[in-house]
């Protein structure tokens, strides 16, 4: 999924302007890579129309070059889509939480109980209990009690052939040891049929459960988002935990999951041991999906923290080629405005693991300097750096406290910096690695 939208995206990133078929083009895209992540139709369908409508209704602004902006768009709406805010389990009034563990076999909800039960109890130091609620296969309960002996935390089960009240026994044994949290196994089956519903209703109405978890394997792209829809019609799901995230490489049932039923994904599952449970962080989902690193943050910040109006006052002098030292001083702390620069650096797409990047560390003092030799200047002489001649520049040496050597270099760099500022306010934010101190 990543790789096409990157490709969509990219095409759109260095353009200055982008017209309505450039927007038309680059949703073909999108469509396209969500179809093939195995997003369901009617949500591509509904996404791509959002898409569309934002980037051809908005305002330029300033600081965004109109393809920046359009990614935000798309990550915006893909962050949305998923939920925006990290969902949290419901907790009940009064011990114990009951939190009843739904899916189709081999999901991962046994798996998902023990992981649950780790989590709360490092978390919350719960003293949680299992309930084997799947009595169909000998080895699923033993399966479970494995795992609360991993964990020290006690499994209750029974020879008994009916689950609700093994459900109810179990919870009454929670009262009585005061335990804070019950997790209840249930059974699946590899497809849904009407007496897997029908139990698992019977289990919900004697557990009277606070969370309902439907265990959803993302392998399973949109037949995920499906089954979690008949779950959830039939049994009120309260949230769902995405498994096998680890080996999920298109995304495509954590991005429908949301939007068929409404329903939060509440954890991912990231791998076979009991640790390897995470929250799920729409916003970050986003950004992994369109695989952009942090560009996103970078673009979120330069819009932050760059004065629009500033910039176009700028561009306009770059184009009277009037600009001068009073406005490099301003850009300096405009740059120095949004944050350590070396972060920002290492923000921008590939330059992360860049290892020229290693050995690039920027020196705050080193702005400092070129700060005092600005304001040594004489007002002409910030204004007209020609005027700057050997005696003018001694002068400022000595007036900074900078050697000369320093000076003269600073002078050159500024008009370096003067080309470079021209590419910034083009969009072309690698130009900053061209600053003086940089
Ligand atoms: P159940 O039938 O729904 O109870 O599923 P199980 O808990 O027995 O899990 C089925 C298989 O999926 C097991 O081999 C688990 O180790 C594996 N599994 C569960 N969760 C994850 C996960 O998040 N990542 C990976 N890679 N494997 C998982
Ligand atoms: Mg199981």
Excluded: C, W
């Amino acid at each position: 999924l990543s790789e096409r939208i990157q490709k969509a995206l990219k095409n759109l990133t260095g353009k200055g302007k982008v017209s309505e078929a450039d927007i038309n083009a680059a949703s073909r895209e999108i469509r396209l890579a969500l179809l093939e992540a195995d997003v369901n139709f009617k949500v591509v369908k509904d996404f791509i129309k959002k898409i569309k409508e934002r980037a051809l209704g908005q305002e330029v602004q300033g600081s965004l070059t109109p393809g920046q902006q359009i990614i935000k768009i798309v990550n915006d709406e893909l962050t949305k889509m998923m939920g925006e805010e990290a969902a949290k389990l419901n907790k009940a009034p009064h011990i114990p939480t009951i939190i009843m563990m739904v899916g189709l076999q081999g999901t991962g909800k046994t798996t998902t109980v023990g992981k649950l039960a780790k989590y709360l109890m490092d978390t919350e130091k719960a003293r949680p209990l299992l309930i084997a609620g799947d009595i169909y296969r000998p080895a699923a309960i033993d399966q479970l009690k494995q795992i609360g002996d991993q964990l020290s935390v006690p499994v209750f089960s029974e020879d008994e052939k009916d689950v609700a009240k093994i459900v109810a026994d179990g919870l009454a044994q929670a009262k009585e040891a005061k335990n804070d949290y019950v997790l209840i196994d249930t059974a699946g089956r590899l497809e849904i049929d009407e007496a897997l519903m029908e139990e698992l209703e019977r289990v919900k109405a004697v557990a009277k459960p606070d969370n309902i978890v439907l265990v959803v394997d993302a392998m399973t792209g949109q037949v995920g988002a499906q089954v979690a829809e008949t779950f959830d019609k039939r049994l009120d799901v309260t949230g769902v935990i995405l498994t096998k995230l680890d080996g999920d490489t298109r995304g495509g049932a954590a991005l429908s999951i949301r939007a068929v039923t409404g329903k939060p994904i509440l954890f991912t599952g990231q791998g076979e041991k009991l640790s390897e449970l995470e929250g799920f962080y729409p916003d970050r989902m986003a950004s992994r999906i369109l695989g952009m690193g942090d560009v996103l943050t970078l673009i979120e910040k330069a819009q932050r923290d760059y004065d629009a109006k500033e910039a176009e006052k700028v561009a306009q002098k770059m184009r009277e080629n009037t600009f001068d030292f009073n406005d490099f001083i301003d850009q300096l702390e405009q740059v120095q405005k949004m944050g350590p620069l070396d972060q920002i650096m290492k923000m921008l797409p590939g330059m992360a693991n860049n290892p020229q990047l290693k050995n690039f560390s920027i020196d705050e003092k080193q702005i400092a300097h070129t700060k005092a030799i600005v304001y040594s200047m004489t007002e002409a002489e910030r204004q007209d750096p020609d005027l700057l001649n050997p005696s003018r520049r001694r002068r400022i040496a000595a007036g900074s406290g900078r050697p000369i050597m320093e000076v003269n270099r600073m002078i050159k760099q500024f008009k370096q910096s003067k080309e470079m500022m021209q590419k910034i306010t083009s969009g072309n934010t690698k130009a900053l690695a061209g600053l003086p101190g940089m």
